[in-house]
T-cell receptor, first 114, second 114 residues
Framework: EDKVVQSPLSLVVHEGDTVTLNCSYE??????LLWYKQEKKAPTFLFML????IEKKSGRLSSILDKKELFSILNITATQTGDSAVYLC??????????????FGQGTILTVHP | DTGVSQNPRHKITKRGQNVTFRCDPI?????LYWYRQTLGQGPEFLTY????????KSRLLSDRFSAERPKGSFSTLEIQRTEQGDSAMYLC????????????FGPGTRLTVL
């Protein structure tokens, strides 16, 4: 069974801090890893990673994938209160009769204090 | 707004009643997914459509659950004889398809079964 584990489960920081969120996975037939941000509503898409070692960047957020060690990290620099959310990691691992469903981790709850 | 939409946003029902939710995907997307999310957990896959064909169903989807996508556009998810354990957020996502599969989520329908 495919498995995605995120750590830490929760994190409390102050504005301006830098945070690193971790996602490890055990899946067969890995295709891609996705990061989402969820703020009391539906997850919003952040990044899709398919290749090892290539950093994806969007403003203060960046992410990288290591397919050998089976993990990804999401970095947020100069955190702001608006970054407070649950960050979800998901893996797509099609195979057999699976056509691209996502398997999610349990999420990391990030709280940024002013 | 050209994103994924879901109706209703909230549904409160009594145990034993039937409920139906609707999802309208992004118009050019041919793949549509249903997920269920309970408090403190990441979304769990329920079922997947490519156009009008339902290609995969999770073991989570008991025979009380049925989903359709009759013309390959909107989709409905029906739960018959609801139970308190069905209380959750039901999320719909869509994607364009192809090799890589960024899924975009709707706002969800929050179901409460009393």
């Amino acid at each position: 069974e495919d498995k995605v584990v995120q750590s830490p489960l929760s994190l409390v920081v102050h504005e301006g801090d830098t945070v690193t969120l971790n996602c490890s996975y055990e899946v067969t037939n890995f295709r891609s890893l996705l990061w989402y941000k969820q703020e009391k509503k539906a997850p919003t898409f952040l990044f899709m990673l398919t290749s090892s070692g290539i950093e994806k960047k969007s403003g203060r957020l960046s992410s990288i994938l290591d397919k050998k060690e089976l993990f990804s990290i999401l970095n947020i620099t100069a955190t702001q209160t608006g970054d407070s959310a649950v960050y979800l990691c998901a893996v797509e691992a099609p195979g057999g009769t699976s056509y691209g469903k996502l398997t999610f981790g349990q999420g990391t709850i990030l709280t940024v204090h002013p | 707004d050209t994103g994924v939409s879901q109706n209703p946003r909230h549904k409160i029902t009594k145990r034993g009643q039937n409920v139906t939710f609707r999802c309208d995907p992004i118009s050019e997307h041919n793949r549509l997914y249903w997920y269920r999310q309970t408090l403190g957990q990441g979304p769990e896959f329920l079922t997947y459509f490519q156009n009008e064909a339902q290609l995969e169903k999770s073991r989570l989807l008991s025979d009380r659950f049925s989903a359709e996508r009759p013309k390959g556009s909107f989709s409905t998810l029906e739960i018959q004889r609801t139970e308190q354990g069905d209380s959750a957020m039901y999320l719909c996502a869509s994607s364009f398809g192809g090799t890589y599969n960024e899924q975009f989520f709707g706002p969800g329908t929050r179901l409460t079964v009393l």
